[in-house]
């Protein structure tokens, strides 16, 4: 089994409606991440939470918001979806003290 | 702030040639340093890293990099290009010990002539 999953993998969805992207780790790694990927920019940080309690901006979040609901769970939510927010999107855990990532399979948004 | 870049977004090698995907960083502190591939529709792989040991890395899949301070690159090699390397490239730095988080390149797609 993979040890950080993502679902769904596929979405599409139209403008204004509220989304829910989720991710589960097995990992056991305190640290997680979520990334959005577009062509040609790589991958962006979206929000990085380094416990339950411990939830941070990354340097792209207006228009998302997460929750940890466990340390082995990180959701991200778009409140009401456009479709400049149509991208690959992934999430990410780490452990220290290097910062080494494991990466998710990936969810495809798209917003019409 | 630190920053990655990754010189050009296409490479096209032929199979058996030498394969170079060049990266440069910005950072103010010692970085660590990451190449991820990413294969078609799927998530990205860690081919190898640099944390402040030996400056010549080894990585999967044959590939290597070497960390060179004085001109701040860590550019992926591979002696002999395969078919099966043909994917998307990232270079990634962390330097914010707080955070941890990586800065990723643009990424360099390798196209591998038969």
């Known amino acids: 089994d993979a040890d950080v999953t993502q679902t769904p993998r596929n979405r599409i969805t139209k403008t204004g409606k509220r989304i829910m992207l989720e991710c589960s780790q097995t990992?056991?790694?305190?640290?997680m991440y979520w990334y959005r990927q577009d062509p040609g920019l790589g991958l962006r940080l979206i929000y990085y939470?380094?416990?339950?309690?411990?939830?941070n901006k990354g340097e792209i979040s207006d228009g998302y918001s997460v929750s940890r609901q466990a340390q082995a769970k990180f959701s991200l939510s778009l409140e009401s979806a456009i479709p400049n927010q149509t991208a690959l999107y992934f999430c990410a855990t780490s452990d220290p003290p290097f910062g080494e990532q494991f990466f998710g399979p990936g969810t495809r948004l798209t917003v019409l | 702030a630190q920053s990655v870049t990754q010189l050009g977004s296409h490479v096209s090698v032929s199979e058996g040639a030498l394969v170079l995907l060049r990266c440069n960083y910005s950072s103010s502190v010692p970085p660590y340093l990451f190449w991820y591939v990413q294969y078609p529709n799927q998530g990205l792989q860690l081919l190898l890293k640099?944390?402040?040991?030996?400056?010549l890395v080894k990585g999967i899949n044959g590939f290597e990099a070497e960390f060179k301070k004085s001109e701040t690159s860590f550019h992926l090699t591979k002696p002999s290009a395969h078919m099966s390397d043909a994917a998307e490239y990232f270079c990634?730095?962390?330097?914010?010990?707080?955070?941890?988080?990586?800065?990723f390149g643009s990424g360099t797609r390798l196209q591998v002539q038969p």
């Open positions: 990992k056991g790694h305190d640290r």
């Open positions: 640099y944390t402040s040991a030996a400056t």
């Open positions: 939470s380094f416990d339950v309690k411990d939830i």
């Open positions: 990634a730095v962390s330097v914010d010990t707080g955070r941890r988080a990586l800065t």
